[in-house]
Nanobody, 123 residues
Framework: QVQLVESGGGVVQAGGSLRLSCAAS????????MGWFRQAPVKEREFVAV????????YYADSVKGRFTITRDNGKNTVYLQMNSLKAEDTAVYYC????????????????WGQGTQVAVSS
């Protein structure tokens, strides 16, 4: 079965950096766009970034543009999220997701989800 497993979360001070990873198995990784979403307490799950299989047409939420970078390694079936200049408002559970049909920001378009990894930024 398809599995997406996130790692790399933790506690970091404001201004610091973290690198999240998401390892995929059970699917043909290069057929899927891969996205990152996040959900803070009592908030909706929101789009963070997405990267297609080819690595072009990358999109970011305005709130993370210039601070976060999404990349992927199709040989390792892994997608990454490098997060720099972290702010307290970046605190959330971060989820990776796989989308077979395109490159989008809507949660409903994604076919598979990981279990999430917690990121906490202290101010």
């Amino acid at each position: 079965q398809v599995q997406l497993v996130e790692s790399g979360g933790g506690v970091v001070q404001a201004g610091g950096s973290l690198r999240l990873s998401c390892a995929a198995s059970g699917l043909t990784f290069s057929n899927y766009a891969m996205g990152w979403f996040r959900q803070a307490p009592v908030k909706e799950r929101e789009f963070v970034a997405v990267i297609p299989w080819s690595g072009d047409r990358i999109y970011y939420a305005d709130s993370v543009k210039g601070r976060f970078t999404i990349t992927r390694d199709n040989g390792k079936n892994t997608v990454y999220l490098q997060m720099n200049s972290l702010k307290a408002e970046d605190t959330a559970v971060y989820y990776c997701a796989a989308d077979f049909n395109g490159v989008g920001a809507a949660r409903e378009g994604y076919d598979y989800w990981g279990q999430g990894t917690q990121v906490a930024v202290s101010s």
